[in-house]
């Protein structure tokens, strides 16, 4: 474990010094500024390069820091613009529906909880940021899976748990109920997750019209869906919300 930990503590090292200085460094440069011996910093090079996170120029051989290093941390700017441009829109769809707002990216083969806004009520709520949420079964999952093609394919090729009896699990009933979902431009959820909580969610574009998260409204399924059917008002605050998101975001067309 020692020896790993150390492992990434020199790539970790090695991706820093890439980072600052020259543009492109040749092997014997890196082994000499980190200490490491030029067998050992080949390597370290090597496996970064496979996992796309260093580049070497073929012309001169030296590394230069990788594409993927470049998408990931595009990744995180825009998770943490998301959650910067959807605070007040977040906060006034909690006001106005008085419920939870959840807002919701991919991440790991689930939904990652980026923000969560309170029931705006004195009732004991336990904050949900940083929590996972199945993507099959979830309001927020559904939306995600219908508009974005990596999410459809992790959804549909991992297991679907079946976590309540309400949860759509086969394959055909999953597709036809994303078809569903693409139509209206929402997904709901009605105790598919959890007993007695439902949820309504719409989905958040980017500039490029690429689905970057979604936003939901989650309660009790007597608040939520008084009577067996889902609040018509909760419907169209949940789409109004996500569409003002995504028109900060740059996509004028919502």
Not at 57 to 67: H, K, V
């Amino acid at each position: 474990m020692a020896k790993n930990i150390q492992s990434l503590e020199r790539a970790a090292a090695m991706l820093r010094l890439l980072a600052g200085g020259e543009r492109r460094l040749g092997l014997s440069d890196i082994a000499s500024s980190l200490g490491l011996a030029k067998g050992t910093a080949h390597g370290i090079l090597r496996t970064l390069q496979h996992e796309g996170f260093v580049e070497q120029e073929p012309a001169s051989g030296r590394y230069q820091l990788g594409a993927e290093l470049l998408r990931l941390g595009n990744s995180y700017l825009d998770v943490h613009e998301l959650r910067a441009r959807a605070l007040v829109w977040t906060d006034d769809l909690a006001r106005s529906s008085g419920e939870s707002v959840h807002l919701g990216v991919l991440h790991q083969r689930g939904v990652l909880i980026v923000h969560h806004v309170f029931r705006p009520d004195d009732s004991r709520q336990v904050l949900e940021v940083g929590a996972m949420q199945p993507l099959h079964s979830t309001a927020l999952g559904k939306v995600l899976c219908a508009y974005d093609p990596v999410a459809h394919s992790e959804a549909t090729e991992a297991e679907r748990r079946p976590y309540t009896p309400r949860t759509v699990t086969a394959e055909p009933e999953f597709e036809a109920l994303l078809d569903t979902v693409r139509a209206r431009g929402w997904a709901s959820d009605t105790e598919e997750t959890w007993e007695g909580v439902a949820a309504v969610a719409a989905p958040i574009h980017d500039r490029r019209r690429m689905p970057v998260g979604a936003v939901a409204v989650t309660g009790s399924v007597e608040r939520v869906r008084p009577g067996g059917e889902l609040r018509s008002e909760l419907i169209t605050a949940v789409r109004e919300c996500a569409r003002a998101v995504s028109r900060d975001l740059g996509a004028n067309r919502f």
